[in-house]
């Protein structure tokens, strides 16, 4: 079985083709730069996973259905194609960001969930639009060919009460849906499944935080394979402090720096989105390499950066067990966390209270599945890839063949 995974962004578009049951990636690429001129990369990845062609072509790239178009030609392509058809294309899923309260799982694309995409736009005004711009498109190009939507937030769907109403007056929440709904629930879903399996013990036995740090990070607190709580909100600003989002931050700054700088509270909110986090703490980068080797070289900025990340999420850890009323399993994913040796022992300092035991030899992994916790730690501390594209696919495929 072949699907396509489309990730659809206000002005790009990546796309994988895969095998939803060996997880085997045939072609992968990127659309960029769609409403503006457009630019499109295309990788033929072989059963290694290593790349064996590599193309990058111009083309004009007015709408997302041109990115499409291109996206479905270079697939069929005499040199660059991995498939002879698209009729060898069984199914199309794609990434979502913003599912409400409306979806607690992944859906088969008809009118109802387009329009509840739509219904939701308010809530995710960045990608939504783009995300159904992209279900459109392959609509377009390819009729009748079946696509499933999956949402970043419908994981985090089974949270309490308690932990997703904000203490703020009811009718936001009753007329606005204004509420916390959390983010990367793709991937909090794919690890959580992973390191349950892993661990061998019924979901219902085990309690776990899944820390997601990437440029964009959040945490998730899972018991009964199920999200307990969650530290991104209403939108994916809330939470740690990230690459360049400001993470948690007292509201009344908002108001404060509009005043006195003449900003309008958008420009504010994109100023904490786009220009703080790790970036405004280091006044040099986003990128936790370049923190890490900034502080090499003494830098006590780039040194301070990487220590309120490590404090933010370590907080997070403690006050998730605190919530789970207790701890088996820790997962570190996504590129920090799958990376990053020094930033996990950072974190994971002085918790050995909580029973967690880092192993500083097993710790040096990178980007494979790993205990890395010591014999005797109380809590497994794993290292677990993630793979958001294998889990749509998956969804897709499992939908597609009910
Ligand atoms: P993601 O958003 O999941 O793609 O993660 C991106 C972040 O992962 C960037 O800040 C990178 O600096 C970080 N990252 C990727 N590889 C490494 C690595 N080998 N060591 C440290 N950080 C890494």
């Known amino acids: 079985m072949k699907i396509l995974v489309i990730n659809a962004g206000s002005s790009s578009l990546k796309y994988q083709l895969m095998d939803p049951y060996s997880g085997r990636v045939y072609a992968k690429g990127l659309c960029e730069r769609i409403g503006i001129d457009g630019r499109l990369t295309h990788k033929v990845i072989d059963e290694n996973d290593e790349t064996v062609l590599k193309e990058t072509r111009e083309i004009a790239m007015p709408t997302h259905s041109e990115a499409i178009e291109s996206v479905l030609s270079i697939l069929v392509d005499e040199k660059f194609g ?8 069984d199914a199309v899923g794609h990434r979502v960001l913003h599912g409400g309260d409306k979806f ?13 995409i739509e219904e939701c736009i308010p809530l995710g005004p960045l990608h939504n639009p783009a995300n159904l711009k992209g279900i459109l498109a392959c609509e377009a190009a390819m009729p009748g060919k079946k696509q499933v939507a999956v949402f970043d937030t419908a994981f985090h769907m089974t949270m309490p009460p308690k932990a997703y109403r904000y203490a703020i007056p009811k009718e936001f929440y009753e007329k606005d849906h204004i509420r916390r709904y959390g983010f990367h629930g793709t991937s909090h879903r794919f690890v959580s499944k992973r390191a349950i399996e892993l661990m061998g013990k019924p979901a219902s036995e085990l309690k776990l935080i899944v820390a997601h740090l990437g440029n964009g990070s959040s945490l998730s607190a899972v018991a009964d394979g199920k999200c307990q709580d969650t530290s991104m909100g209403l939108s994916p600003l809330a939470g740690v402090p990230m690459g360049t ?20 509270p958008s420009e504010c909110l994109t100023m904490l989105n786009k220009k703080s986090g790790m970036l405004s703490v280091s006044g040099k980068s986003s990128d936790f390499r370049d923190l890490e080797a900034g502080a090499k070289e003494g830098n006590e900025d780039c040194a301070l950066a990487r220590e309120m990340f490590a404090y933010g999420v370590k907080k997070y850890i403690g006050s998730y067990a605190a919530a789970l009323g207790g701890l088996d399993c820790l997962v570190f994913t996504a590129g920090v966390g799958e990376n990053d040796g020094k930033m996990r022992a950072q974190i994971c300092e ?11 030899e097993k710790n040096t992994v990178r980007g494979e599945e790993r205990i890395i916790s010591t014999e005797d730690s109380k809590v497994t501390v794993w ?8 889990m749509i696919a998956q969804d897709t495929a499992e939908l597609c063949t009910k």
Do not use: H, Q, W
């Open 82 to 89: 991995v498939v002879k058809s698209l009729d060898e294309v």
């Open 104 to 116: 607690i799982e992944s859906c088969i694309v008809d009118d109802a969930c387009k329009k509840a």
């Open 245 to 264: 989002r400001s993470g948690d931050i007292d509201p009344c700054i908002v108001e404060f720096i509009c005043n006195k700088y003449n900003m309008s």
């Open 350 to 360: 002085g918790l050995e209270f909580l029973g967690i035991k880092i192993d500083p």
């Open 383 to 390: 290292v677990i890839p993630t793979n958001e594209e294998l």
